[in-house]
């Protein structure tokens, strides 16, 4: 009897035990107070209970410096770009990586941005993003001193191929986008010649240029050349303002564009400014960077802008993921990295929706060519070979051959767009380098 009660007693506690050890355990994974030292250092390895990703999987963590020329009250050009970086975070959260951002508003041109890019990198950023074209110089000049820490400068074309493996350069095939408003502009231009609101040589558009880079010149090229392909007597006026972000000299270069009998105002400089001055003019106009129908519901049609956070979510996950990224990166259309605004139905051309979903679908799959040369001439000529400006201004044979196959390759040898040619129907009122 005696045995039969110790080795009851003895089954008894052996299951006691056992229950003990299950209920540690479970308390630990629940990640309950008191299982402090069982937890993973650093506080950014537990997934919260909302995140994407596995029950107890371990999240990464990126921190990240931007570098913007402005800020998000522009409503334009860096405002697109804290869009991009938004979408991106959330992205890339809901694939278990979290983005710690550092930025920097409002940095100039100038010795500012290398400062900027220093105190990132002495911050602790991996990666430091430098979002406007004249930051460049100034980020590689820091980049060298930072092996470890991956640069980007966007819209940009010498970190590419500077010899230095930890700089990038990127941008995106806006002059499809810029095609597409040039649609839009080009039907509105026709419906008015119809209706008899304009005759055929009225059709003026004024384009309001930052500088007379080959950016700026392939934008507004093809914003040109998508006009035309649906209003034939279309012409252009470009002024250049010698800034990308100056709010008031751009709305000065508006008005005086749409007093020289510009009907339609469009834009590659960073602001509202042309916009609202359109409206208050009586032109029509399309956008850059941000939707503009809320500032100008009378005037602005449509806009065209980057969606960053495609490039953002890629390269902050190779980072992550300790992966190499691409050196020179653009994508377009193919991708989803440049993306319309929305349409302003209430003034657009009736049938606008239709043809912009048609186009757009032509120029996805390769089926229409931006600068197709069969579509303009320089000084009455059809373009044969590749031309690029020299010191002097003159036109000399570029380094490599982008005309071939009945178009001219915009975007195709390097990320940096390329086309700086002056084609007939565009008259530059000034020149601004």
């Not at 009851?8 to 308390?27: I, K, P, R």
């Not at 990198?121 to 460049?136: D, M, V, Y």
């Not at 190499?324 to 991708?335: L, N, P, T, V």
């Not at 044969?384 to 390759?409: C, I, K, N, Q, R």
């Amino acid at each position: 009897m005696m045995k039969k009660k110790l080795l009851a007693m003895l089954l008894a506690l052996a299951m006691v035990l056992a229950l003990a050890a299950c209920g540690g355990s479970g308390n630990n994974g629940a990640g309950n107070a008191g299982g402090g030292s069982d937890q993973p250092s650093g506080g950014d390895a537990q997934q919260p209970a909302d995140s994407g990703g596995d029950a107890g999987e371990e999240r990464k963590s990126v921190k990240v410096g931007l570098i913007c020329i402005g800020d998000e009250n522009d409503q334009g050009y860096t405002y697109n770009f804290i869009r991009g970086k938004d979408a991106a975070t959330e992205a890339l959260a809901a694939k278990g990586i979290d983005v710690e951002w550092v930025t920097k508003w409002n940095i100039g041109e100038d010795s500012s941005c290398e400062d900027a890019n220093i105190e990132l990198a002495e911050e602790g950023c991996q990666l430091i993003i430098n979002n406007s074209f004249g930051f460049e110089d100034f980020m590689l000049h820091v980049a060298k001193d930072y092996e470890d820490i991956e640069f980007i400068s966007c819209t940009n074309q010498g970190s590419w191929n500077d010899g230095l493996d930890n700089t990038h350069n990127a941008f995106a095939n806006i002059y499809e986008g810029r095609y597409l408003a040039g649609v839009v502009a080009g039907m509105k231009l026709q419906e008015m010649i119809d209706a008899g609101t304009i005759t055929a040589d009225q059709a003026v558009i004024g384009y309001v240029g930052a500088f007379s880079f080959a950016e700026v010149i392939s934008g507004f090229t093809s914003y040109f050349l998508g006009a035309r392909s649906v209003c034939p007597s279309v012409t252009m006026k470009v002024q250049f303002v010698g800034s990308w972000s100056d709010a008031t000299e751009e709305a000065n270069a508006a008005s005086a564009l749409a007093d020289m009998g510009c009907v339609m105002i469009s834009q590659h400089s960073d602001n509202t400014t042309p916009a609202t001055t359109a409206q208050s003019k009586g032109a029509f106009h399309t956008g850059y960077n941000n939707d503009m129908i809320g500032v100008a519901p009378e005037a602005s049609l449509i806009g065209t802008r980057i969606d960053w956070s495609v490039y953002f979510e890629y390269v902050i996950e190779a980072v992550a993921n300790g992966q190499s990224f691409d050196q020179d990166w653009c994508h377009g259309m193919d991708e989803g990295a440049v993306v319309m605004t929305e349409l302003n139905e209430a003034i657009a051309a009736p049938g606008t929706k239709e043809k912009l979903a048609e186009v757009e679908e032509q120029i996805r799959s390769g089926k229409l060519q931006v600068f197709d040369t069969s579509t303009f001439t320089i000084d009455g000529q059809e373009l044969t070979t590749a031309m690029a400006l020299d010191t002097d201004g003159d036109f000399t044979p570029d380094s490599e051959e982008a005309v071939f196959d009945g178009a001219f390759h915009e975007s195709y040898f390097q990320s940096a767009p390329y086309f700086a040619l002056q084609i007939d129907g565009i008259e530059w009122l000034n020149s601004a380098f």
